[in-house]
Nanobody
């Protein structure tokens, strides 16, 4: 069983930076889980943002955030982060962290259907 709790969302202006955090409670060591971030706006499907493997730190990003967002994790503190720079209005969404027990460490899942544990989400709004 995995419990995830996001924090750090807020109302931002275009060009601002923001860091989201996700505190995880896991049955197995946090490093055994691939973790990631998805986002969703009303009326649209939840979309992939970024993910990171358990130990080696292999990352994947969606094209829309590549070069602006950075995903990282602290396995000692069971915490996942998403550093968001150069925010745009189109980044406005509810952001969810997610985890998957995943023993491979040279690649990382990116599909919504791969992940089974989700947090409640944190809202990020980017508006001038």
């Amino acid at each position: 069983q995995v419990q995830l709790e996001e924090s750090g969302g807020g109302l931002m202006q275009p060009g601002d930076s923001l860091r989201l955090s996700c505190a995880a409670s896991t049955e197995r060591p946090f490093s055994k889980y691939a973790v990631g971030w998805f986002r969703q706006v009303p009326g649209k499907e939840r979309e992939f943002v970024a993910s990171i493997s358990g130990v080696s730190g292999v990352t994947e990003y969606s094209d829309s955030v590549k070069g602006r967002f950075t995903i990282s994790r602290n396995n000692a503190e069971n915490t996942l982060y998403l550093q968001m720079n150069s925010l745009k209005p189109e980044d406005t969404a509810q952001y969810y962290c997610t985890a998957l027990l995943y023993f491979a460490d040279q690649d990382v899942p990116v599909n919504l259907a791969d992940f089974g544990s989700w947090g409640q989400g944190t809202q990020v709004t980017v508006s001038s």
